[in-house]
């Protein structure tokens, strides 16, 4: 799960992206309307935490120029003003949510969680493919009812695999939305990764279900 933040107090900006990578999802920061609205109009995130007040183009452009151009990723807004004609405005220019300064991190975590699994509304909590199970609530994964322990890259990996079950995924996507947008990623870092949850969640069992796909990328499958 990507996620996009636009907000120019530097500090508010980067606790939010430290405490969402705590959880386990990639995050970019943009300090600038413009910057902002380039990468929310170029890149793919499954979510965007918007600050209304900007330098450049502000929160509430920035949400309205995305919905013209048919761009509905998740928008949860941020302001520093409480007012309630704020909100309105906010949520009439296409925003999902709105969250009023200052907020209490968790406040800001159940928001977007709730705002990530909103996209098509049947997102499942636990995914699975054959045995092998991910419980994105509890962050659990089993293997034949065994108890397997990833790091958070990892976890976030096999459930990026899992929400795009017997598909193939390209590496580029996979770092898209694995990886942050300017993270020192090397071009083995995938197969790297991929390498780990082989071990974990593949050899201990007698079927593998991580394939690679000379070429092309990877896919889990269930035959
Ligand atoms: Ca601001």
């Not at 941020?78 to 004609?85: F, K």
């Not at 997102?123 to 609530?137: F, I, N, Y």
Request: charged residues 30%.
């Amino acid at each position: 799960m990507r996620i996009l933040i636009v907000e120019d107090e530097h500090k508010i900006a980067n606790s939010i992206k430290q405490g969402l990578e705590q959880e386990g999802y990639s995050a970019d920061t943009a300090y600038t309307g413009t910057d902002g609205y380039d990468l929310a109009s170029t890149e793919e995130y499954d979510l965007i935490i918007l600050d209304i007040m900007l330098p450049g183009m502000n929160g509430l452009q920035i949400c309205t120029n995305l919905r013209k151009n048919h761009i509905h990723t998740p928008v949860l807004m941020l302001s520093a003003r409480a007012e309630t004609e704020d909100k309105i405005t906010g949520l009439d220019t296409g925003a999902d949510d709105y969250l009023s300064k200052p907020f209490a991190f968790t406040e800001l975590l159940a928001r977007s969680k709730a705002l990530l699994r909103r996209p098509n509304g049947i997102t499942p909590k636990v995914l699975t493919c054959a045995d092998l199970t991910l419980d994105t609530q509890n962050f659990t994964v089993t293997r034949s009812n065994k108890n397997i322990d990833l790091s958070k890259k990892e976890f976030a990996l096999l459930e990026y695999l899992l929400r795009h079950k017997n598909q193939i995924v390209s590496k580029d996507k996979i770092i898209e939305h694995v990886w942050d947008y300017d993270s020192d990623i090397l071009p083995n870092t995938v197969e790297v990764y991929i390498g780990y949850l082989r071990k974990k969640v593949d050899k201990p069992f007698d079927k593998s279900l991580l394939k690679t796909i000379r070429g092309f990328g990877y896919k889990i499958e269930e035959s």
